[in-house]
């Protein structure tokens, strides 16, 4: 039986403000003290079980902030004490110091209150199943159990990254590497790669007593062999970049409407895809609907002109075949010096800019610098600015609230591809580890520019875009895209919702990417 302790929790509502729990028991005993206990259902993935914990974290009232000279460190991390090893190992040292004055709630009191409702829910669960009987509830049983204990040692360990106790982190990650397998369950996938995350943040920080931190290089833009190959996987497995191409190529051809020809300015220029697929389909759609065939001209906006030039050539030679007169053009910059003169605008052109998973990474610290590339791509004045982005909070100011965001997301996605591949499926691995593990270790591993998963909600989305100029140009298609899925033979698991005229592509209740449209204010 584990051991007591004590905890004080303070809620938002009034009515719960005095709430104690002395000295609970991790078993029958707390059983009796939550009346109303989370009951984890075995039925559900272990991405659903986190949500009690991130709605814990949220309701919660915000900790008093103390200022904290590592810039790696953010104020709210350096709030907790450098006692987080005596809490999870039991130490009862410094006892008598807490009893004259009362701790204040931490982070890890709120995570700790909700394990112990599971275990308390867990008791009567095992009494329910002794009744019942059958091996399969036993199996269900000890793999839940077993991802409850890898969720407890992940936030253990990213506290203690958070208050840059190594030796405590180095302890806990070591038993994180033998329980997280690349080849376990969809939970054991994900949580190694949080593993490599919080790896890779701690040989970054400094020892507890020391000033300053170590800066991580920035990674460079070429794209290796294993990241291409990934790519391409991700994009003919999961859904989620054909979903952002089919919504994006239905609000570019409600611009064709009336038009004789249509310039798309493409952010990102297909995420890097070599074959331009978006387009292909574009293309194919354009010629095979009524009337003579239009003009199109694609502009590609990326880093390395040569790469995109490659993807234009064969393009050409696409829409050569189809008879469509196509012209494409290439503006080599990073959007944060992007200018509205490089673009090649012909009078009488409709303009409209596509971004697929890409404006994400001119969001900074600074809210100036994704407003500015915003203003400048108003000065444009498209008649459709397309944006579709992961509909995730992974760029709040704070490390832990990142890092429970990330693997509530990361969780669903992992527990998605539990649904179409099967457990030693290379292509699985491949996709796993060589891009969503790239994204992952970004969003926990680094800080400042190195930074560029910076993934945010569809309203945070509406607030910028609106203080740029731009309003909801709403997206009708919600028919059409869950027809889209229906023949996409994909997963029953993945869902589409219209929300204030966004359309957002879920796996289960989770929401993944969200896609919207926009246009110039004066318009």
Known sequence: MAPGFYLQSKFCDNDDKNIH??????????????????????????????????NETQNSKRLKETPCTDE??????????????????????????????????HFRDHIWAYTQRYLAAETMEEAAAALIGGDEDEVKEEGNADGMRLVQLLIACAEAVACRDKLHASTLLSELRSNALVF??????????????????????????????????????????????????????????????????????EAFEGESSVHVVDLGMSLGLRHGHQWRSLMYSLVNRAGKPRRLHLTGVGNCAEHLQEIGDDLEQYAFSLGLNFEFSVVECNLENLQPRAF?????????????????????????????????????????????????????????????????YYSAIFDSLDTMLPRYDTRRA??????????????????????????????????????AGFQSAPIKKLTQT?????????????????????????WKSKPIIAASCWKCSSV
């Open 184 to 253: 376990g369950t969809s939970f054991q996938r994900v949580a190694s790669c949080f593993v490599q995350g919080l790896s890779d943040r701690l040989a970054l920080v400094q020892p507890l007593g020391t000033v300053g931190v170590v800066i991580p290089h920035l990674k460079t833009m070429a794209i290796s062999s294993e990241k291409e190959e990934a790519l391409s996987l991700v994009y003919n497995i999961c859904p989620h970049i054909q979903f952002g191409h089919f919504v994006a190529n239905s609000m570019i051809l």
């Open 344 to 408: 090649k605008l012909i009078e009488g052109e409709v303009l409209v800019i596509n971004s697929i998973l890409h404006l994400h990474c001119v969001v900074k610290e600074s809210r100036g610098a994704l407003n500015a590339v915003l203003q400048k791509l108003h000065q444009l004045s498209p008649k459709y600015l397309i944006l579709v982005e992961q509909d995730s909070s992974h760029n709040g100011p704070f490390f832990l609230g990142r890092f429970m965001e990330a693997l509530h």
């Open 21 to 54: 729990a002395r000295f609970l028991d991790n078993k029958l005993s707390g059983a009796k003290r939550y009346s109303t206990p989370y009951r984890f259902n075995f039925g559900e993935s272990f991405s659903d079980c986190l949500i009690p914990f991130l």
């Open 72 to 105: 790696f460190v953010s104020s709210e991390e350096s709030f907790y004490s450098s006692s987080t090893s005596d809490f999870y190992s039991g130490s009862n040292s410094g006892s008598t110091e807490s009893l004259n004055s009362v701790p204040k709630p």
């Open 430 to 467: 491949k996709i796993e580890q060589f891009y969503f593990a790239d994204e992952i270790k970004n969003i926990v591993s680094c800080e400042g520019p190195a930074r560029v998963e910076r993934h945010e909600r569809a309203d945070q989305w509406r607030r910028r875009m609106s203080r």
């Open 482 to 506: 869950k027809q889209w899925l229906e023949n996409m033979k994909i997963s029953e698991g993945y869902t589409t919702v219209e929300e204030k005229g966004c359309l957002i592509l879920g």
